[in-house]
């Protein structure tokens, strides 16, 4: 026993011996690469070239604008029979605040923004009556929206310039106009709002993308669904003793640029600006 524990005492006390050796034997490294110059000037600031030091993705902003168009249903119950049809334009803009996850899983964001869209319904004609169903007379409507919507942005990056996007959450609406088609129309109420109909609106919205990123811009298209939670007209409308429902069910599509408001890798001009300035004054 007493033999073990005087090896391993000659063994610790060898250890820093060799070390010392080897420091002594090992190369110096030249250290004047990572140097400021006496003088730190403007354009020397701009002449380092950042790119290689490029790390983890930066907690940054990003705003953008976007237009499109959309796809427009109607989920009725109970069931009416009604089919799609397109509106045009679909247009917005948004602030998304990238951040990790967890602090440490940088690929998730926030996404805030107001776009104008539109919602409605089209009645389907019955192919063995050849009858169409009406509301109010009308065949089909068309409602303009304003909406909020508050959106989870996931991004899953291929490379550096190329990115897939999966985003999901709620949206706050408020319907602004309304257009009720038709021959069946009473012309008082083709443009007008009745005091039956729901005007607040607010559901689902989520979808699938991709990116394209030359930074600080970015190129994103988005196929993005939107289902609402609030019926177009008050449930007792027909009638005190059943409830009939009407919500929007929508795929919007849309394109648009985006600009990094700060960057998504490294560090900005000012920013190396101050580190510079810092390290001078402390040599």
Not at 156 to 165: A, V
């Amino acid at each position: 026993m007493r033999k073990v524990i005087f090896l391993f005492c000659l063994i610790a006390w060898s250890l820093p011996l060799c070390a010392q050796e080897n420091n002594e034997t090992r190369p110096q490294i030249d250290t004047s690469f990572f140097r400021l110059p006496d003088q730190i000037t403007d354009a020397y600031l701009d002449s380092i070239n950042t790119a290689s030091f490029d790390g983890m993705i930066n907690d940054y902003l990003l705003f953008g604008v976007y237009g499109g168009g959309v796809i427009n249903n109607t989920s009725f119950n109970p069931r009416w029979e009604s089919e799609m049809f397109t509106n045009l334009p679909v247009f917005g803009a948004s602030l998304t605040i990238h951040g990790k996850l967890f602090g440490f899983m940088p690929f998730f964001g926030l996404e805030a923004g107001v776009q104008h869209t539109f919602e409605g319904y089209k009645f389907k004609t019955n192919k063995e009556t050849g009858i169409t169903r009406t509301l109010e007379g009308a065949t089909q409507a068309k409602l303009e929206v304003w909406e909020v919507p508050f959106l989870m942005v996931g991004h899953l990056d291929i490379g550096d310039s190329f990115k897939i996007l999966a985003k999901a959450g709620i949206y706050g609406g408020y319907r602004t106009k309304i257009e009720r088609i038709g021959e069946g129309v009473d012309e008082s109420i083709r443009y007008a709002f009745l005091d039956t109909d729901n005007r607040w609106d607010y559901g689902f919205e989520g979808g699938l993308g991709f990116g394209i990123m030359f930074s600080p811009f970015e190129f994103h298209v988005n196929a993005l669904v939107k289902w609402g939670w609030e019926s177009y007209y008050k449930a007792d409308y027909f009638s005190p003793y059943y409830y009939r429902f009407a919500y929007p069910f929508d795929v919007m599509v849309t394109a648009g640029i985006y600009y990094q408001l700060t960057p998504r890798r490294g560090y900005t001009r000012n920013q190396l600006k101050r580190f510079a300035k810092q390290i001078a004054h402390e040599q």
